[in-house]
């Protein structure tokens, strides 16, 4: 007999079955499981939430601007994915390792980013956007699923330390099906490291519909493979938050792997090369965007009486921190074109030397030729 197989929910029951503390009205909910993980945060930890979210946004649109004007060669928008970033990377500690694909702007900015660091790699000039080490988050991965790998094998490391880290990696729906993810997976179980995969199931994998890559809830392929698996509404940021908290604390008591299925929805195009339209309707980006992160963060906080003032300050700092990151990303100019044999080896190299010289004699002979020019 074959084995029965549920199929996927619909995008209303995705979000039914998953865990809440915030209705898209603002409104908050009993949720037993995930309420004492909530329980201390504080209202400047609230406002600084819609802070993170607020500046994110404008961070994410001033991307898109810079590279529809030439400055940047791609972005991977984040617009829709605010709380799931935010939410899970503020329960992450200091000493943990994250390993993001590259679309995890609020992870980097809740890390620490500076404003350059969102840009260097994205405008050609450097292999890391950011250092690593200051971060702690490895460089950016544009192969689809490969940081899942990465993160299992430091979290066999942490492991082999007798450490307290964890490593966390984030990917999204379209990662599941690639082999590097599911590997990754029965690695962290068969040998229980300490790592928590999020999985940010944003609907859309480019062109193509999480309905037609999988028959059952992402949830259930990480649980098949026997890790402790919880699906969130990727679009509350207190209940993303909780998430990441238990799944940390979990992977932290040497409880092995956790997994987070976070629903939400990429409001932008896959990345600026991209036009969705071609393939999703309006009425699909209609409903998500009565379910924006953002608005439901900021109506719950009107609820415990907010004042105007505080909105107005966030969208006044969202607007400089905008500014800023176009102020540095103008100023960086081209690089250096003898930057491209750093790191090639990590000593020097007589091949290296070689390449070097042929290229400053190479560019050398340009100079001649005009100089020539000049004197006929």
């Known amino acids: 007999m074959s084995p029965q197989i549920t ?12 865990e809440r503390i915030l209705n898209p009205d ?8 995930l309420d004492p993980f909530v329980a201390d945060i504080d209202s400047a930890q609230l406002r600084s939430l819609l802070r993170d979210m607020v500046i994110l946004r404008r961070i994410d649109a001033e991307g898109v601007a810079l590279q529809r004007q030439g400055q940047l060669g791609l972005w991977a928008p984040c617009q829709g994915q605010e709380a799931t970033q935010i939410g899970t990377a503020r329960a992450i500690a200091p000493e943990d390792y994250v390993f993001p694909s590259y679309r995890e702007t609020g992870v980097i900015y809740a890390r620490g980013a500076q404003p350059g660091d969102y840009v260097r790699m994205w405008r050609g000039e450097e292999g890391a956007a950011y250092d690593p080490a200051a971060l702690g988050v490895a460089p950016l991965q544009i192969i689809i699923g490969a940081q899942t790998l990465h993160a299992v094998g430091y979290a066999l490391g942490i492991q082999h330390d007798g450490a307290k880290e964890v490593a966390v990696t984030y990917f999204g729906d379209g990662a599941t099906s690639q082999g590097d993810v599911n590997e990754a997976m029965i690695f962290a179980a068969s040998y229980q490291a300490p790592v928590v995969f999020v999985c940010q199931n944003n609907h859309w994998a480019i062109s193509v519909p999480v309905s037609t890559q999988s028959r059952v809830p992402l949830v259930q392929r990480s649980a098949g493979y026997g890790i402790p698996s919880v699906r969130v509404d990727g679009n509350d940021v207190l209940a993303s938050y909780a998430v990441s908290r238990t799944a940390l604390d979990e992977a ?9 299925e976070a629903v939400t929805y990429r409001l932008g195009a896959h990345t600026t090369s991209d036009d969705p339209t071609k393939y999703r309707g309006s009425d699909e980006e209609q409903y998500w965007a009565g379910r924006d992160p953002i608005v439901r963060m900021r109506a719950f906080l009107e609820g415990r009486g907010a004042s105007a003032q505080l909105f107005a300050d966030v969208e006044a700092e969202a607007a400089d921190a905008a500014e800023d990151l176009r102020a540095r990303t103008v100023e960086l100019g081209p690089p250096s074109p003898d930057k491209m044999f750093d790191h090639v080896y990590s000593d020097p190299h007589p091949l290296i030397d070689q390449q070097k010289a042929w290229r400053a004699q190479y560019e050398a002979s340009f100079e001649d030729a005009s100089l020539e020019g000049g004197a006929r």
């Open 26 to 33: 603002g409104s908050r909910i009993a949720n037993p499981r």
């Open 252 to 260: 932290r008591a040497g409880k092995g792997p956790q997994a987070i």
């Open 7 to 18: 199929p996927i929910a619909d995008t209303a029951q995705d979000l039914e079955l998953s």
